[in-house]
Nanobody, 122 residues
Framework: QVQLVESGGGLVKAGASLRLSCTAS????????MGWFRQAPGKEREFVAR????????TYADSVKGRFTMSRDNNIHTGYLHMNNLKPEDTAVYYC???????????????WGQGTQVTVSS
């Protein structure tokens, strides 16, 4: 099993930046991909970004491309989502997940963190 703990959410104004962290523990060898998803009230969980845990290769949703960057530090088993130029429509609970495969859809992720709230005011 993999345990994931997110941190770094908060309330910010439009145009601000935040960095989310996701620290993994447990069966780390099962992690091929770490991904970030978000879920706004009344909406489905949507893909935001993912990173290949070994190579560092990344993929982003079109809605965040150019504003969000995902990185990882293998030494401390932590993935990061650097969010710049935040917009009110970025408001959601952000979840990190781990998957044993390359995946852009939530169903392929085996483990999830508890989520962290990001609220962007206009």
């Amino acid at each position: 099993q993999v345990q994931l703990v997110e941190s770094g959410g908060g309330l910010v104004k439009a145009g601000a930046s935040l960095r989310l962290s996701c620290t993994a523990s447990g069966d780390l060898y099962s992690i091929y991909t770490m991904g970030w998803f978000r879920q706004a009230p009344g909406k489905e969980r949507e893909f935001v970004a993912r990173i290949d845990w070994s190579s560092g290769s990344t993929t982003y949703a079109d809605s965040v491309k150019g504003r969000f960057t995902m990185s990882r530090d293998n030494n401390i088993h932590t993935g990061y989502l650097h969010m710049n130029n935040l917009k009110p429509e970025d408001t959601a609970v952000y979840y990190c997940g781990s998957s044993p495969i390359v995946a852009l859809f939530a169903g392929a992720y085996s483990y999830w963190g508890q989520g962290t709230q990001v609220t962007v005011s206009s």
